[in-house]
């Protein structure tokens, strides 16, 4: 069964960069497209970033597009969110998921069946 672990968040100042990791474990990762989310109390969890299975195509929430980077290595089990010119509005708890194989590629978290346990980012003013 894939188990999905996030590390690499923290608190930083805006326009500093921090880079997420998401290492997986189980046989199914390579074959999964991967996204990251990000919510904060009392908000419901958004869309920041998916990568299909192999690595060749991306797509991002218009908030983090330009400043954003997802990634994959299948050879290490691993998704990535680079985070550049963060901003205070991007403080978060930021968790990684699995696409549902069987569902339509899609942004929304009901079509993502496995969830990390989430890392906490805080971008200070």
């Known amino acids: 069964q894939l188990q999905l672990v996030e590390s690499g968040g923290g608190l930083v100042q805006a326009g500093d960069s921090l880079r997420l990791s998401c290492a997986a474990s189980g046989r199914t990762f390579s074959s999964r497209a991967m996204g990251w989310f990000r919510q904060v109390p009392g908000k419901e969890r958004e869309f920041a970033a998916w990568?299909?299975?192999?690595?060749?195509?991306?797509l991002y929430a218009d908030s983090v597009k330009g400043r954003f980077t997802i990634s994959r290595d299948n050879a290490k089990n691993t998704v990535y969110l680079q985070m550049n010119s963060l901003k205070p509005e991007d403080t978060a708890v930021y968790y990684c998921?699995?696409?549902?194989?069987?569902?339509?590629?899609?942004?929304?978290?009901?079509?993502?069946?496995?969830w990390g346990q989430g890392t906490q980012v805080t971008v200070s003013s």
């Open positions: 998921a699995a696409h549902n194989t069987l569902a339509p590629l899609s942004r929304l978290v009901g079509a993502y069946d496995v």
């Open positions: 990568i299909n299975w192999i690595g060749a195509s991306t």
